[in-house]
């Protein structure tokens, strides 16, 4: 963060204090209190307000305010590591319009001048129920006498903002104040990738997300634990349902569970474990919805017909949109916020997002199952319990559309389902036959084709080129990641750029991108270290 100079001014018991406390919060600021100058300077100064009244006019009076601007900078100083200093560097408070002006002088644009104020009865109840014990016998009256203290108010009229502090909250004072210094994004910079799932699920998004995660500072995922995501890894595959599928790819990068996310804590707290994550790390936001074992038995119970995965997904989504009438402490609808073992990883997910614009990083946003699984768009019923295009990712996460830069639809050259009464899909074939096709094993595709989270066996279709045309329009995707395109030749497996493919692969490929409009851009071989052949031009 480049050099930012806070200079707080404003009467007693304007706010000053509690806009110090939020800046150092929230923004890490190192706060130069004019207070402890004083006492530094004149030592035997007596630790009340009366007292460093005088002290600080004695200082003023000696060279018009300069003393607090020379503090300032060996402040700045002490701090730098570098040529040049940054971070956010608060004056609690500047008193006169010399100490503003040699601070101005020195600094010139680093400096933001924020003026405090409120009415004074407002003021005169402030001081009277906060005063500190020091100045119990000291009246308001008789430090509003003071000089300075009587002329601090003219002060804001050379501020860049003046703020009535008894008509918003303290938090309010901060968003001011955190624009004020240019930390909110200025415009709606394109700085996240969406990636999605174009079928029914199961088309190998943690395939390509492990691919592509490296590029990225910040993992976001949404959805719950009925979407399983595999990477591949040595000795056995990474796999997640919680924590975005790059965790280990991208081991630098932050993760973030949105409020739209489900969580069932026995089970993320094994993922978090798994993967040695911290709460430095990862980031919980307080309103994604907690799932209860009863939730996963009534689940069981009710939605068996429909081939569901029975992780209570549906349901605890459907008790946070009941329970609101009777909330309370986590009664009805239990939220992260009410789940203790996760109050460590507790934090916004706006404020996330927000300061990574801010600092201009990447965002992989990552949806789970896929969009003929759309509680809106799919064959209902047999369909999920959420939106799972990309819109319905971006709201879950909390994320503008304009602040989207590229959205990946990823594609299975065989579309499945899990098996049983799973809904319907165009032109069911068997494993035998994508054997005798592909020439792999029967064995091993009946092997690996069971799903992530209930093992269970998959139904396996031709691909609908009527459902892939409609979640073209429904998500609207700048790229196409075409996966398991060794289901059309096992010698797929071998190539490693596009030219090596086969030719029936290169064929559909062709027509995948006249259908759509958009590229393939990633095509995944096979489950190893090396499989994703990579023709993007970003």
């Known amino acids: 963060m480049n050099l930012r100079i806070v200079l707080l001014s404003g009467p007693i018991c304007s706010g000053k204090t509690a806009l110090v406390r939020l800046l150092k919060e929230k923004h890490g600021a190192k706060i130069v209190q004019t207070s ?84 004074e009865e407002e003021l005169r109840n402030r001081y009277e129920i906060r005063c500190r014990d020091e100045d119990d016998a000291v009246a308001y009256e008789d430090l509003k006498r003071n000089r300075t203290e009587r002329e601090i108010e003219k002060l804001g009229n050379v501020a860049d903002i003046v703020v009535s502090t008894d008509r918003c909250s303290e938090n309010a004072v901060l968003v001011r104040a955190t624009a004020l210094l240019n930390l909110y994004p200025r415009s709606n910079d394109a700085l996240v990738d969406v990636l999605i799932g174009g079928q029914y699920g199961s088309e190998g998004k943690g395939n390509i997300v492990g691919h592509i995660a490296p590029e990225y500072d910040l993992l976001v995922r949404v959805g719950g634990p009925n979407a399983g995501h595999q990477v591949y890894a040595e000795p056995t595959p990474e796999k997640y349902y919680h924590l975005p599928s790059g965790t280990e790819r991208a081991p630098s990068a932050k993760l973030l569970l949105g409020p739209g996310a489900v969580i069932y804590p026995q089970k993320l707290l094994a993922e978090i474990a ?8 990862l980031t919980i936001d307080p309103c994604a ?14 939605f068996g017909s429909i081939s569901s995965t029975a992780q209570g997904v549906g349901i605890a989504s459907a008790r946070k949109m009941t329970g609101r009438s009777d909330y309370k402490d986590g009664k009805a609808a239990f939220l992260a916020r009410d789940c203790d073992v996760l109050q460590p990883y507790l934090g916004s997910a706006r404020q996330v ?10 965002i992989l946003l990552e949806g789970t199952q896929g969009t003929g699984l759309s509680l809106h768009h799919g064959e209902y019923p047999h369909v999920t319990t959420r939106d799972t295009t990309v819109s319905g990712c971006l709201a879950d996460a909390g994320i503008a559309p304009s602040n989207v830069r590229k959205i ?22 068997d494993m035998a036959e994508i054997h005798r096709r592909s020439g792999i094993p029967l064995k091993e ?43 059309f030749d096992v010698g797929n497996r071998e190539a490693f750029r596009f030219e090596q493919l086969s030719q029936e692969t290169i064929s559909f490929v062709e027509e995948i991108e006249r259908v759509s409009g958009r ?20």
């Open 353 to 362: 997002l927000a300061d990574a614009m801010v600092a201009g990083q990447r």
């Open 408 to 429: 990946i639809m990823v594609c299975r050259t065989y579309p499945i389902r899990v098996g049983g009464p799973s809904g319907p899909m165009a032109h069911e074939v």
């Open 274 to 281: 798994e993967h040695k994550i911290d709460a430095q790390r």
């Open 36 to 119: 402890e100058l004083i006492l530094k300077r004149a030592p035997k100064t007596k630790r009340e307000r009366k007292a460093l009244q005088r002290a600080g006019q004695r200082l003023d009076r000696a060279d018009g305010g300069a003393w607090v601007a020379e503090a300032l900078q060996r402040a700045i100083d002490s701090r730098a590591t570098e040529q040049t200093p940054k971070g956010i560097y608060v004056v609690d408070s500047v008193r006169i319009l010399g100490q503003i002006e040699a601070i101005r002088r020195a600094y010139g644009a680093y400096v933001h001048h924020i003026h405090l104020t409120a009415t």
């Open 519 to 538: 590229p393939v851009s990633m095509m995944s071989t096979d489950f190893n270290w090396r499989n994703v052949i990579d023709r993007r031009a970003w």
């Open 289 to 302: 919805m907690i799932i209860t074992d009863a939730d996963r038995d009534e689940e069981e119970k009710r």
């Open 445 to 487: 595709l009946e092997k690996n084709e069971r799903t992530t989270t209930t093992n269970r066996a998959r139904r396996i279709a031709e691909f609908d080129w009527v459902q892939f045309r409609d979640s073209v329009q429904l998500n609207g995707p700048t790229d196409i990641a075409l996966t398991f395109v060794d289901y």
